[in-house]
């Protein structure tokens, strides 16, 4: 596993993530995602993808889902991530994601994929519905990062398995076909590669949580962001120190606030000496806010520019499209398809 830092020192690497249009996105998905992404497109070549496909395995309403796809697509463009630097696109709009799972399908264990741990977490969350493409989620997810012969594949924690997983079918792969996909290495960030829930700090901060008071939205409005972190959990002490087992309330508030300032959890301890709880919430809220609310702005922006959003979305999706054909190609005359 990478560090930032350590990705930084090696030039003309590429880069690949994608984020579910599975509803708003949260402060997790910024911090643990978005924050590298906009920092290795200065240094990389990117392709970040809306992983439309993933969200299927919701089987969720599709006027909702085209909606969350194509604000996820502004979004996108909102926070930075720029299309003359960055490929931006559509995971179904490029179809060789499809045919590359089916091979990688062929070459992935059915024990080992039954090992993931996010396979077993949602089968238990919608017992009702665990259907073969959940159980297949990982391998798309590989087949993603693998069509790009990606380096690097910034992400959050909750990740990590999944990115072993393409590492060993990529490696597999390799050793029976000859070289054919790069080995990518994830890249966490130093600070907040796993955000909690704001009313419980013993799980993920995450869009599809039953509390409204857990996950901060990126499109909240300033006064509900407020709100939502006055009445943050934390705990019966009233020293602000970072100390993640012990203390995971105020550890989340903080790792939250140096992750946006970049600056070390030691250093925001040091900022809130003498300071109490409230005082605590109150700056870590403004913190959030000054990020989010330029985003928001030209995301409104965006949104309203339907034909722009729409004509970058077909660019993104030609030019991965020429890279993807480029590995499909070479990974069907490896396998001995005519
Ligand atoms: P998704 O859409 O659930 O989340 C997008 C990214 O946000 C990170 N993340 C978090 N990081 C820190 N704290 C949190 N609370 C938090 N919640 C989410 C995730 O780790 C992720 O990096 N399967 C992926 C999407 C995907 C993908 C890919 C990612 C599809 N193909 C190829 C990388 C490479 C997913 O569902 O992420």
């Not at 045919?99 to 993931?116: D, H, I, P, Q, S």
């Not at 109150?282 to 806010?289: E, F, L, P, T």
């Not at 890279?323 to 398809?337: D, E, N, P, Q």
Request: proline share 6%.
């Amino acid at each position: 596993m990478l560090n930032e830092s350590n990705a930084a020192e090696k030039p003309q690497k590429i880069v690949f993530s994608a984020i579910q249009p599975t509803g708003a996105l949260t402060l997790g998905n910024y911090i643990g995602a978005v924050k590298n992404f906009l920092a290795l497109q200065e240094e990389y070549k990117c392709y970040y993808a809306v992983a439309d496909l993933h969200s299927v395995t919701a089987n969720p309403e599709p006027a909702l889902l085209r909606k969350n796809t194509l604000d996820l697509f502004a979004l996108f463009l909102a926070f930075g991530l720029d299309p003359a630097r960055s490929t931006l696109f559509v995971q179904s709009h490029v179809p060789f994601h499809t045919a590359l799972t089916w091979v990688l399908n062929c070459n992935t264990a059915f024990g080992e994929a039954k090992r993931m741990t996010q396979f077993k977490d949602k089968s238990q969350k919608s017992p009702q519905n665990v259907n073969v493409g959940l159980f297949d989620y990982p391998v798309l997810m590989a087949a993603d990062i693998l069509l790009y012969k990606a380096d690097y594949v910034p992400i959050g924690k909750d990740q990590n398995q999944h990115l072993e997983l393409t590492r060993a079918v990529a490696e597999r792969f390799n050793a029976r076909y000859g070289a054919t996909f790069t080995v990518p290495e994830g890249v966490n960030p130093r600070c907040g590669a796993k955000i909690f829930s704001l009313a419980n700090p013993a799980v993920k901060m995450s869009k599809s949580d039953d509390n409204p008071s857990g996950p901060v939205l990126l499109l909240d409005p300033p006064d509900v962001i407020a709100a939502k972190f006055r009445r943050a959990v934390t705990d019966s002490e009233t020293v602000v120190r970072y100390d993640p087992k012990n203390k995971p309330g105020v550890s989340n508030l903080l790792a939250i606030y140096a992750s946006l300032l970049d600056i070390k959890t030691s250093k925001a301890e040091k900022d809130f000496e003498g300071a109490d709880y409230a005082a605590l919430k109150s700056r870590v809220a403004d913190v959030v806010i000054s990020v989010l609310e330029p985003i928001q702005k030209r995301y409104r922006e965006l949104a309203a520019d339907k034909a722009s959003v729409a004509s970058l979305m077909k660019d993104g999706a030609d030019k991965a499209s020429a890279a993807a054909y480029r590995t499909m190609s070479k990974v069907y005359k490896r396998i001995g398809l005519v």
